[in-house]
């Protein structure tokens, strides 16, 4: 039950209150446990009750990551992702719209651990409402560009090769780029290599994976996938010497991502042709 008491009860309340969430609003600070976020609030609990504070009305809030988080990040760098959604979906459900960075962060993990499940229907679900509760992540660019991955996934290839020529050609011409925006960039490169492979545009799609691996390779797993999906470009090709090679570069430099244990896997059946 939430209860409507006064401001200056609620603030007597707070400041005795053990929990470690802290809610600094115009009205006062309010100490306790964030147990849900609604639509226009979020929901407080106090040793005499719950109390909704208006988002309206928020300056700043202090929530502790819980260590799933980084469990289901890492279960994703690891090609997890069952365990990933296993580890996030139940933060999300609980926490999704409270401002605070690292919500927006898991939001973003949860969407692509069901992207590479191949659960469009549910990644699309977790990076829309993203865009709608965190607009800043539209603004960035990560969401539309996670969004053009579930697009790669249902076979609209135009669509997400419109996307994500949007943010390389800009970004491709700007300099310095923040960390953000390269990472943006890598991801939006390997989402036009899928759209141009799709295409059977070898070459384009090659020089997009390998623009990846060259220039911008600050992220191992867009990098590992990038190396992965230009070996299979050389297969397509019929380059057997440099699919072999850029599959050894990848077991060698990136031995405990996912495509490693697939690129092994290649180079096996490589070797027997």
Not at 163 to 168: E, G, L, W, Y
Not at 249 to 270: C, T, W
Request: glycine letters at 4%; aromatic letters at 6%; hydrophobic letters at 45%.
């Amino acid at each position: 039950m939430i209860r409507n008491l006064t401001v200056p009860v609620f603030l007597a309340l707070a400041a005795a209150a053990a929990a470690a969430d802290v809610i600094v609003a115009k009205h006062g600070t309010f100490t306790g446990e964030v147990v849900r976020v609604e639509k226009t609030g979020v929901i407080l609990r106090l040793p005499i009750g719950e109390m909704q504070i208006q988002k309206a009305d928020i300056v700043r809030v202090t929530v502790e990551k819980p260590a799933s988080v980084a469990e289901g990040q890492a279960a994703l760098s690891a090609g997890k992702y069952a365990e990933a959604v296993a580890a996030l979906k139940p933060v999300v459900d609980r926490y999704a719209g409270l401002p605070v960075p690292w919500v927006r962060d898991a939001m973003l993990a949860l969407g692509n651990a069901y992207t590479k499940l191949q659960d469009t229907d549910r990644a699309q679900a977790v990076l829309e409402k993203v865009a709608e509760l965190y607009p800043d992540a539209v603004t960035g660019g990560a969401t539309e560009i996670k969004l053009a991955r579930v697009a790669v996934n249902q076979g609209k290839h135009a669509e997400a090769l419109a996307t994500a020529r949007k943010f390389i050609e800009p970004l491709l011409k700007k300099d310095p780029l923040t960390d953000a925006e390269r990472n943006n960039l890598a991801e939006a490169l390997v989402v036009q290599g899928d759209c141009l492979r799709a295409a059977k545009e070898w070459p384009q799609a090659l020089d997009s994976y390998l623009l990846v691996t060259t220039l911008f390779d600050e992220n191992d797993a867009l990098t590992a996938e990038a190396a992965f999906k230009a070996g299979q470009v050389f297969e397509d090709m019929n380059n057997t010497k440099r699919a072999k090679e850029t599959y050894q570069e990848l077991v060698r430099d990136y031995p405990n991502s996912p495509q490693a244990k697939k690129a092994s896997q290649r180079l096996a059946a490589l070797e027997q042709q």
